[in-house]
Nanobody
Framework: QVQLVESGGGLVQPGGSLRLSCAASGSIFRLNTMGWYRQAPGKQRELVATITSNGNTNYADSVKGRFTISRDNAKKTEYLQMNSLKPEDTAVYYC??????????????WGQGTQVTVSS
């Protein structure tokens, strides 16, 4: 059993900052690529950023220069630092992790989602 638990969402004014966290726990042998996705009302879920186990990162064009993804492998936790937030960043943010479990199964796991609202 693997769980991803997110925290850090909330309401922030345009131009403000938030930091999301996602902690993985359970039957984990190795954490591979981790990422953040978001889904706004009436829209499909989209990629925000990913980070490999070696720390290589990839960002959606819409967040480049404003968001930073990072991870702490010892804590099995990933982070998303969001700066200069815009109203169009409003969405439910989901963390994702590709995990090799103790039973040697490789699968993608998802968090429950955390709401981020950017509004004045």
């Amino acid at each position: 059993q693997v769980q991803l638990v997110e925290s850090g969402g909330g309401l922030v004014q345009p131009g403000g900052s938030l930091r999301l966290s996602c902690a993985a726990s359970g039957s984990i042998f190795r954490l591979n690529t981790m990422g953040w996705y978001r889904q706004a009302p009436g829209k499909q879920r989209e990629l925000v950023a990913t980070i490999t186990s070696n720390g290589n990162t990839n960002y959606a064009d819409s967040v480049k220069g404003r968001f930073t993804i990072s991870r702490d492998n010892a804590k099995k936790t990933e982070y998303l630092q969001m700066n200069s937030l815009k109203p169009e960043d409003t969405a439910v943010y989901y963390c994702n992790a590709n995990i090799l479990t103790m039973t040697l199964r490789v699968a993608d796991f998802w968090g429950q989602g955390t709401q981020v609202t950017v509004s004045s």
